[in-house]
């Protein structure tokens, strides 16, 4: 990390877990970066900036701005916020702030795209993914705890130079960044890895390891339908290199959905599982073990609708 100053600003959406990692890692490399929260959220870290501690990129603390509102010019504002508070989240960036900054979700499934094109200019929004494990365990502070943490952004002929400056923002910050041009090849190859792991971990409210072992096929079956799904929306995800990249997981590896229903936060289940039943139902193809596995963790969670 070059800790050059620049002149790229970006704002956080969202300082949690994934957004606190990179945005103190962006704010390392000299970026100028404005998290985005409640009061008492932006009063601890316009006092304490952010603390990281990554075996992959050391323990450090950077100084950041914070409002409860964006009210400065960005180059790009990263949403990650998690899917059930996307809306409300949404009210710190009013499109009349947003200017000409790029808006870039770091959110799990798939419908969150269209929403934002909703709100905003369909050219400013650019899907993206990230796979990084990272929890914030108190306001400002946030461990990175899996050796990983990569980056990929769909761009578009109309935002591509703009895409490849913060990409270069985030390469030299330390993140591995691939810039794809099909969005939905990209979603929907994170969404078929992370589905069958996120709805079975937390069906069977057990780690990778157990599920793989004593719900093998229903996990398998769920592999293969969401796959089919992917394949219905035009994207390829090869059935047998995903079996083998869920096998190689660590098997003590627990999803955040599966975290979030242990701890009796809202989870993701309709941004993930949910939008799988919704996508297959809408193209025709049968998933009746998704379903299944969806609608009983719907009844877990009855406040949550589809």
Not at 162 to 168: I, K, Y
Not at 250 to 263: G, L, V
């Amino acid at each position: 990390m070059s800790g050059i100053e620049s002149t790229t600003s970006v704002a956080v959406l969202g300082p949690g877990g994934v957004g606190s990692l990179v945005g103190a890692l962006l704010a390392h490399e000299g970026v100028r970066v404005v998290c985005l929260a409640r009061q008492a959220t932006v009063d601890r870290l316009r006092a304490h900036g952010i603390t990281v501690r990554s075996d992959r990129f050391g323990s450090f603390t950077v100084p950041v701005e914070a409002a409860t509102r964006l009210h400065v010019r960005a180059d790009a504002v990263l949403v990650t916020v998690k899917a059930p508070d996307l809306l409300a989240a949404l009210d710190a960036v009013p499109p009349s702030a947003l200017g000409d900054a790029l808006v870039i979700p770091f959110l799990n499934g798939i419908e969150h795209v269209a929403t934002l094109r909703g709100r905003y200019s369909a050219e400013a929004v650019v899907p993206a993914t990230i796979r990084v494990e990272a929890t914030r365990v108190a306001v400002g502070q946030v461990e990175h705890t899996s050796p990983f943490a990569s980056v990929e952004f769909a761009a578009s002929a109309a935002n591509g130079d703009r895409v490849g400056q913060l990409a270069a923002h985030l390469r030299g910050a330390g993140l591995e960044v691939n810039v794809r041009t099909d969005e939905t090849a990209m979603l929907w190859e994170k969404l078929a890895f992370l589905a069958p792991l996120a709805i079975l971990t937390t069906y069977a409210e057990a780690p990778a390891g157990a599920v793989r072992t004593d719900c093998r096929d229903d996990l398998v079956a769920c592999i293969r339908e969401v796959t089919e799904v992917a394949k219905a929306k035009g994207a390829h995800v090869d059935v047998d290199r995903l079996i083998a990249a869920i096998d190689g997981v660590p098997a003590s590896m627990r999803s955040s959905m599966q975290r979030d229903a242990a701890a009796g936060r809202p989870t993701e289940l309709e941004a993930i599982g949910g939008a799988v039943v919704r996508a297959a139902d809408r193209a025709r193809v049968p998933v009746p073990v998704t379903r299944r596995l969806v609608e009983a963790l719907r009844d877990r969670q009855p406040t949550v609708s589809p």
